[in-house]
């Protein structure tokens, strides 16, 4: 039942050792629970889990600083030579430059000498010059949300006044690229169905970011996402996204990084995936909210209400104890966690069974193929054969 569903089989008792746990290296802290714009698409505030209610507006200082301390912690036990930090929301800026400030130099003095790769994910309404120049000071890269041209962006993306957000975003992008590039860490885009996927890339495109995510509406099999038909001959993100990646991969000239397109063609060739959603390699995220609580993958608010709570709290558990959890182990024992069907998949090591969220139906829990699974298969098995249609040319030619 959802509250008690670890999401994974029994283990069984003639299965082999695990290996140990894959130790976290990439830390989201929730720095406020509120966003100022009203996105109908959100997991946050639109789905299952409804507890940013109550939660604190803002991480308090003495929850900063128990994080900061346990990241440090986290890094020491297991000898890291890196980790990234990611300020996010509800939207971060609302904290204010203060709040913001304070959240950096405790991380960057808890973990230090190691260096920490600092992240801020925000809407960007709110990135004027004091936030820009603040970022630059304390070199914070900035990963900004935008669904593609004025009419793409504001289908969802609305204030509470329900006017669209696209004319900041855009002024936000244009100070940014103008006088602080090299902050500029890269655009998410949710794939969104009414809109047109070629004119979306190219208007992403058009402010040069170093690299897009393309990302996949939330939604579970309790709870499909929008436009998922029930037809699995129909594959609707698949065709959306097959027509970016074909636009992408024959452009003339280096193109901009898409990793979750750079992910596929990586484990196509036999190398590993460091981004969630594609491959098996371990996941190694821990989540802080505004409270403290130590929390998994917070998309799993799309499942259900309390899907990503461990009961861990920075002020008394260490990150370590969060790895001892069945349902973090589940997202590290590859092919051993993936459902029956996906195990008996081609494209398993590629694919990896989708996000986790999008796994999860009422009754088995996560033991499911991906909501998107016929999408993933034709995405990734049309990247598949234009690889080796081009590995076969080259090869070919060299003769």
């Given at each position: 039942?959802?509250?008690?569903?670890?999401?994974?089989?029994?283990?069984?008792?003639?299965?082999?050792?695990?290996?140990?746990?894959?130790?976290?290296?990439?830390?989201?802290?929730?720095?406020?629970?509120?966003?100022?714009?009203?996105?109908?698409?959100?997991?946050?505030?639109?789905?299952?889990?409804?507890?940013?209610?109550?939660?604190?507006?803002?991480?308090?200082?003495?929850?900063?600083?128990?994080?900061?301390?346990r990241i440090g912690e986290h890094v020491r036990t297991h000898r890291l030579d890196r980790?990234?930090?990611?300020?996010?929301?509800?939207?971060?800026?609302?904290?204010?430059?203060?709040?913001?400030?304070?959240?950096?130099?405790?991380?960057?003095?808890?973990?230090?000498?190691?260096?920490?790769?600092?992240?801020?994910?925000?809407?960007?309404?709110?990135?004027?010059?004091?936030?820009?120049?603040?970022?630059?000071?304390?070199?914070?890269?900035?990963?900004?949300?935008?669904?593609?041209?004025?009419?793409?962006?504001?289908?969802?993306?609305?204030?509470?006044?329900?006017?669209?957000?696209?004319?900041?975003?855009?002024?936000?992008?244009?100070?940014?690229?103008?006088?602080?590039?090299?902050?500029?860490?890269?655009?998410?885009?949710?794939?969104?169905?009414?809109?047109?996927?070629?004119?979306?890339?190219?208007?992403?495109?058009?402010?040069?970011?170093?690299?897009?995510?393309?990302?996949?509406?939330?939604?579970?099999?309790?709870?499909?996402?929008?436009?998922?038909?029930?037809?699995?001959?129909?594959?609707?993100?698949?065709?959306?996204?097959?027509?970016?990646?074909?636009?992408?991969?024959?452009?003339?000239?280096?193109?901009?990084?898409?990793?979750?397109?750079?992910?596929?063609?990586?484990?196509?060739?036999?190398?590993?995936?460091?981004?969630?959603?594609?491959?098996?390699?371990?996941?190694?995220?821990?989540?802080?909210?505004?409270?403290?609580?130590?929390?998994?993958?917070?998309?799993?608010?799309?499942?259900?209400?309390?899907?990503?709570?461990?009961?861990?709290?920075?002020?008394?558990?260490?990150?370590?104890?969060?790895?001892?959890?069945?349902?973090?182990?589940?997202?590290?024992?590859?092919?051993?966690?993936?459902?029956?069907?996906?195990?008996?998949?081609?494209?398993?090591?590629?694919?990896?069974?989708?996000?986790?969220?999008?796994?999860?139906?009422?009754?088995?829990?996560?033991?499911?193929?991906?909501?998107?699974?016929?999408?993933?298969?034709a995405l990734i098995g049309h990247i598949r054969r234009t690889v080796r249609r081009d590995?076969?040319?080259?090869?070919?030619?060299?003769?």
């Open positions: 039942m959802p509250g008690s569903d670890d999401g994974h089989r029994p283990p069984d008792g003639n299965a082999t050792r695990r290996a140990p746990a894959v130790a976290f290296r990439q830390f989201v802290l929730k720095l406020h629970s509120r966003c100022d714009l009203a996105c109908d698409h959100c997991y946050v505030y639109t789905m299952a889990d409804q507890r940013w209610r109550d939660l604190p507006r803002i991480m308090p200082q003495r929850v900063l600083d128990a994080t900061a301390d980790v990234s930090v990611i300020l996010h929301g509800g939207e971060p800026l609302l904290a204010g430059p203060a709040r913001i400030e304070a959240a950096v130099s405790a991380i960057r003095h808890g973990v230090a000498p190691v260096p920490v790769r600092l992240t801020v994910q925000t809407n960007a309404i709110r990135l004027d010059e004091t936030y820009l120049s603040l970022f630059d000071r304390l070199d914070v890269r900035l990963s900004i949300s935008l669904d593609g041209d004025r009419a793409a962006h504001d289908r969802h993306r609305r204030g509470p006044d329900g006017q669209g957000s696209h004319a900041r975003v855009e002024t936000a992008l244009r100070r940014l690229t103008a006088g602080y590039p090299h902050l500029f860490n890269g655009l998410l885009c949710t794939v969104g169905l009414r809109n047109d996927p070629v004119a979306t890339y190219l208007s992403l495109l058009a402010h040069r970011p170093p690299a897009i995510d393309f990302l996949l509406p939330h939604g579970t099999w309790s709870t499909p996402p929008p436009e998922r038909p029930v037809d699995p001959g129909r594959t609707p993100y698949a065709r959306w996204l097959i027509q970016v990646f074909d636009r992408w991969y024959h452009a003339p000239g280096p193109p901009v990084r898409i990793r979750l397109f750079d992910e596929i063609i990586q484990l196509l060739l036999g190398g590993a995936s460091r981004l969630a959603g594609v491959g098996l390699s371990p996941v190694a995220v821990a989540v802080v909210q505004t409270d403290g609580e130590i929390e998994l993958d917070d998309t799993l608010a799309a499942a259900y209400s309390g899907a990503a709570r461990t009961g861990l709290h920075v002020a008394r558990d260490p990150f370590d104890a969060a790895l001892d959890l069945p349902a973090v182990r589940s997202q590290q024992d590859g092919t051993a966690a993936l459902c029956a069907t996906c195990g008996a998949c081609d494209l398993r090591r590629v694919c990896g069974g989708g996000l986790r969220t999008h796994r999860y139906r009422a009754g088995n829990g996560f033991d499911n193929p991906s909501v998107y699974c016929p999408d993933l298969y590995l076969t040319t080259t090869s070919g030619s060299s003769r």
